[in-house]
Antibody, heavy 122, light 103 residues
């Protein structure tokens, strides 16, 4: 059973960089076939996909966040990470990591972390 | 960018009854659509992918249908644990959600 767990600071100051890590257990990121994503949910709102990374390091980001997002992978630790720069209060959200399967034009997220609330405030 | 629109925003249904949730895409997405269930304080859970294939462990009372731009999630006989928010998703875009509440 694949499990994902987010970790990182719950409070970030405005203009700083939000940094989160997702640790994967029960499966290897290096085995391929899956993409590793970050998704966020503003309080009381819907879901917003941030971007994904493949084990090889290739990435794809939501165009609306692309200028501020970096996703990286550390296969030796079976982890992938999110950095979001120049944060504002609008970046306050629950951040989820998830495993994404892409087959042709079919995309879906089959395993999710429990989510971590990140608040942007001075 | 494809926009996913869900309706209604809130649906009130009695336990044991059928619930029908809709999702519309702004352009054809073929059968490339997934549905998720989210309960308060929890991560979303995959229910349906490929428009109609149930994910592992999902009860048979959940079914998905549709293709192109119109999709439906049907819950045939609502159980207490089914009252939640439901999202449709295509590629990197989610619908805004439908809250299924007890009538």
């Amino acid at each position: 059973q694949v499990q994902l767990q987010e970790s990182g600071p719950g409070l970030v100051k405005p203009s700083q960089t939000l940094s989160l890590t997702c640790t994967v257990s029960g499966g290897s990121i290096s085995s391929g076939g899956y993409y590793w994503s970050w998704i966020r949910q503003h309080p009381g709102k819907g879901l917003e996909w941030i971007g994904y990374i493949y084990y090889s390091g290739s990435t794809y980001y939501n165009p609306s966040l692309k200028s501020r997002v970096t996703i990286s992978v550390d296969t030796s630790k079976n982890q992938f990470s999110l950095k979001l720069s120049s944060v504002t209060a609008a970046d306050t959200a629950v951040y989820y990591c998830a495993r994404e399967l892409i087959v042709g034009a079919t995309y879906y997220f089959d395993y999710w972390g429990q989510g971590t609330l990140v608040t942007v405030s001075s | 960018e494809i926009v996913m629109t869900q309706s209604p925003a809130t649906l009130s249904v009695s336990p044991g009854e059928r619930a029908t949730l809709s999702c519309r895409a702004s352009q054809s997405v073929s059968s490339n659509l997934a549905w998720y269930q989210q309960k308060p304080g929890q991560a979303p859970r995959l229910l349906i992918y490929g428009a109609s294939t149930r994910a592992t462990g999902i009860p048979a009372r959940f079914s998905g249908s549709g293709s192109g731009t119109e999709f439906t999630l049907t819950i045939s006989s609502l159980q207490s644990e089914d009252f939640a928010v439901y999202y449709c998703q295509q590629s990197g875009t989610f619908g805004q959600g439908t809250k299924l509440e007890i009538k």
